[in-house]
């Protein structure tokens, strides 16, 4: 009896010390729930808008009084951070990325600045990040505008019998059919849209004189072109 009452005994007091402990590991996990409860946070915290989460969108270049100007001009250029109002500046350049110029943003993420071309002719690259308030750069963006000539073609008349330039030639463009005089020099110039052409040169003389060129095309870049005259056969 004894041993059998101290077998019963040991068994309670195992099962005893089980149920304290399965009773504490429950404690200790609805305690730990709890304060992971507490120390979470709310639901709008969790989820962070793109103030909070993403530098400055990319801006768009646009040019307000067209993208094509005449060498020596200037070029009126607007930057657009797209509606993103954390914008306080831009950076830009032009035919490189150096970004080394800026300007102040205004309070609805958009600014404008004037340039000064200058002579370099053709299509021309312009690049520009939009900044915002903590310093975050946006996405590169690039713009291209065009640099045109003053004059398209530009040559000289030379007489042929004196390889002198010639004075007074009447020299036409075709198929424009714009027609001007040289001067002293034996100059010409003409300012028309890109296409093809060929130039006709005569001289009332005496000697009478007369010169043609093959078929040649201007674009956006100037020629330089020299049209020889000689006498006229019919002269």
């Known amino acids: 009896m004894t041993g059998a009452g101290m077998f019963v005994g040991s068994t309670l007091g195992a099962r005893t010390r089980l149920t304290r402990r399965g009773v504490a590991a429950l404690v200790a996990s609805l305690a730990l729930a709890a304060g992971s409860m507490l120390v979470a946070p709310p639901a709008s915290a969790a989820v962070r808008g793109p103030s909070g989460t993403k530098a400055a969108l990319q801006p768009a270049i646009t040019f307000p009084d067209g993208a094509s100007v005449a060498e020596g001009g200037q070029l009126v250029v607007r930057f657009d951070a797209n509606g993103d109002t954390r914008v306080t500046k831009f950076r830009y350049s032009v035919d490189n990325t150096h970004l080394g110029s800026e ?125 020889y005259l000689y006498p006229d056969s019919g002269s």
């Open 103 to 227: 300007v102040r943003a205004a309070s609805d993420g958009t600014a404008s600045v004037t340039i000064d071309v200058g002579s370099v002719m053709g299509e021309r690259p312009i690049y520009a990040v939009a900044v915002d308030r903590r310093g975050r750069l946006s996405p590169m963006t690039q713009g291209s505008f065009t640099v045109s000539a003053t004059w398209n073609l530009e040559g000289q008349a030379l007489d042929m019998t004196t390889w002198l330039p010639l004075e007074g030639a009447t020299i036409r463009l075709e198929p424009a059919g714009i027609e001007v005089l040289t001067g002293p020099d034996g100059v010409f110039r003409f300012a028309v849209d890109p296409g093809l052409y060929n130039l006709v040169g005569t001289y009332a003389g005496p000697p009478s004189l007369y010169g043609s060129s093959q078929q040649f095309e201007l674009d956006h870049q100037k020629l330089y072109f020299d049209l």
